[in-house]
Every structure is written in C-alpha cells, then in structure tokens.
C-alpha cells in the first residue's frame, strides 16, 4: 500500500486549498484524513467509506470543526483522494495525512487514528 499526498501550501485566513493522495493499493475500504499540528496529536477530520456494494457507500464522516467547510471526495477512476477546504482558519495549520484502513468504517470510528494502518508521509498547509 503506497499514499502519496500533494497540495499542501501557505493560504490566508478564509482561502481555499485542495489536497490531494494517490491510493496505490488494494482491499482499501475507507479513506480518510488527518491532521497534526505542532505539539499536538492527530485529528481525525474526515473519511469516506470507498468500498463497493454496501448501503454505506460513499458515506462520509467530518469531525466538527471542519464540518460545513471542508468536503472529502474520491475518485475510483484516478485512484485519488482529495479534500477541499474552504473558509480556512490559523488553527488549521497542520500537517495534513492520508489513511487507508481494510474495514469498512463510519462515524466516530471512522475518524479515529488507531483503525487505520496504512499513511502517507504528510504534506504541510499553514494558514496565516
């Protein structure tokens, strides 16, 4: 299993910035992202079930603070996950990961780090 994030970037206070993570692998059920910032642990922020042929298809998940904001999306045919973010604030200013998990998950699960064992290597958004 192989991730590989981009787009990470410097934006103002109540831009926009798309990121982006190519899925090179298999049995991938759902994707998410994370964020860390400095001196912090990692948040969950959203996820989506990719997997085919189940009622929770396409079902995503958003912790709070980004809800209503930011918008997770995956595109089968580019094998690519992507996070839009809008309205960005300084607390935002994180690195930025992508995570891949087998299981099928939804909600709280969804967003919690221990679920998934596959990561990319991180790509920095700072918000000023």
């Known amino acids: 299993v192989s991730l590989v994030e981009s787009g990470g970037s410097s934006v103002n206070t109540g831009g926009s910035l798309r990121l982006s993570c190519e899925v090179y692998a298999y049995n991938v059920r759902t994707m998410a992202w994370f964020r860390q910032a400095p001196g912090q642990a990692r948040e969950g922020i959203a996820a989506?079930?990719?997997?085919?042929?189940?009622?929770?298809?396409?079902?995503?998940s958003y912790a709070d603070s980004v809800q209503g904001r930011f918008t997770i999306t995956y595109d089968k045919e580019k094998s690519t996950l992507f996070l839009q973010m809008n309205m960005l604030k300084p607390e935002g200013t994180a690195v930025y990961f992508c995570a891949a998990a087998v299981r099928g998950l939804v909600g709280a699960q969804a967003l919690g780090e221990r679920e998934y064992p596959y990561w990319g290597q991180g790509t920095q958004v700072t918000v000023s």
């Open positions: 989506i079930w990719t997997g085919e042929f189940n009622v929770n298809s396409g079902k995503t």
